[in-house]
């Protein structure tokens, strides 16, 4: 008889430890995200789920060594595989067993590298049959199951063993979520018929869209699409599979409101590097004084938040984050980490620009101290400005966001 299962599911973390810099939006707090890894292990220990599911882009892999040739970036591979083997210890030291599937976010070789020994992408658990895909986007942006993941979708569907399934893949089957960058894969509703068809799936866990979607159902499937974890409040879920009926709670390490008010300082890139802004994949050196200054931002406890000036006319949003990549590389050469960027546009863009633009929209000089304040929990009254041009300045100042000076203690 099967059940009851408890699975807690946690997606999207896109962590960054021994890689430099953060996720392109600040708001993906990839460099918190190991101490948040262990007051996750505590709800663990606490709830003794069966199985912990990572469902993809547990790293934030730089775009330059996720999209180009490998080999170009020894380093990259050697930082996201140190990123990787962390996770994995984390992992392999839980109290229940763990199943992860890749993001468009993780590198496959590093990836690999790191859960091939030992991973299992099926197994049977109090009586239901976990399934794990690991599906790759295939054209342009967007996912697809093909090869290896879409012959084992078919055989699961349809071969001798009736026992009842989970599935466990990063992108969108259902609901039908329209967004700017592709959420859905490819051949969703030819996936969710093929599934409602066998009549064999009672879950289809998801991560991918950060901000999550109620569970849905049809036929004898749930469909749970969760938020993420690396943004505030850091949510995940615990699904019970019972015999009949599975219930889903959502929950987060924060509660509502946020207990603490932190103070950054923002560093403009106009005037603290030693040269002109070089292309994407030039070296990018600080100016030494900003060394100095980003160790006693951070020794005050400060969040050093670069402030990348990009104009999506002559750059694309790759190329952006790559050069802003460069730039927290060379402050972890001055001795520390830049904790995220925000990639500032001009006030005035044409259609061509603004089609550059993620998804998720890039604010202007006087929408970024707002949103900051907004996205990562800051005190504006305790935050200073470093650097950048006069808009800048302005809009800092117009909302009470001091200069911050080398004598600023
Ligand atoms: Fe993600
Ligand atoms: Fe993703």
Not at 362 to 377: M, S, T
């Amino acid at each position: 008889m099967p059940g009851p299962l408890t699975i807690l599911h946690a997606t999207d973390l896109h962590l960054r430890r021994h890689l430099p810099g953060s996720s392109g939006h600040a708001v993906r707090r990839s460099r918190e995200i190991p101490p948040l890894l262990a007051r996750l292990g505590r709800v663990v220990r606490e709830r003794r789920p069966d199985l912990l599911v990572l469902t993809g882009d547990l790293v934030d892999v730089p775009h330059p060594f996720l999209h180009g040739r490998a080999d170009d970036h020894p380093e990259m591979m050697a930082e996201s595989s140190a990123d990787y083997a962390l996770l994995r210890r984390w992992l392999d030291g839980l109290p229940c067993p763990w199943q992860v599937v890749p993001g468009n976010h993780d590198h496959p070789d590093a990836f690999a590298r790191a859960f091939a020994p030992g991973r299992i992408v099926e197994r049977t658990l109090r009586g239901f049959r976990i399934v794990g895909f690991d599906d790759w986007e295939v054209d342009a942006d967007q996912a697809r199951r093909v090869g290896e993941p879409r012959t084992r979708f078919e055989r699961v569907l349809a071969d001798g063993d009736a026992t009842p399934q989970v599935h466990l893949q990063h992108y969108l089957i259902r609901p039908r979520v329209e967004y700017r960058y592709p959420l859905m894969y490819g051949d969703a509703p030819d996936l969710a018929a093929a599934i409602e068809r066998s009549g064999r799936v009672r879950a289809v866990l998801s991560g991918h869209w950060h901000k999550g979607e109620a569970p849905l159902t049809a036929g004898v499937t749930t469909y749970s699409v969760c938020p993420t974890f690396c943004e505030w409040p850091h949510r995940f879920r615990i699904l019970t599979l019972g015999r009949e009926r599975t219930e889903i709670e959502t929950l987060a390490l924060g509660g509502g409101d946020r207990p603490v008010r932190r103070s950054a300082v923002f560093l403009g890139l106009d005037r603290i590097v030693d040269r002109a802004l070089p292309a994407a994949t030039g070296t990018i050196r600080l100016d030494p004084l900003v060394g100095h200054l980003l160790r006693a931002a951070v020794a005050d406890g400060r969040l050093p938040l670069l402030v990348f000036p990009w104009e999506p006319r002559r750059q694309g949003w790759r190329a952006a984050q790559a050069a802003a990549d460069a730039v927290a590389r060379s402050a972890r050469a001055t001795g520390t980490e830049l904790d995220a960027a925000y990639f500032v546009v001009p006030p005035t863009l044409d259609a061509a620009g603004r089609d550059r633009l993620p998804a998720e929209g890039a604010p202007q000089a006087d929408q970024l101290f707002p949103l900051a304040a907004r996205e990562l929990g800051l005190d504006l009254a305790r935050c200073a400005l470093a650097g950048g041009g006069d808009a800048l300045a302005a809009a800092a100042s117009g909302h009470g966001v001091r200069p911050f000076s080398l004598t600023d203690r």
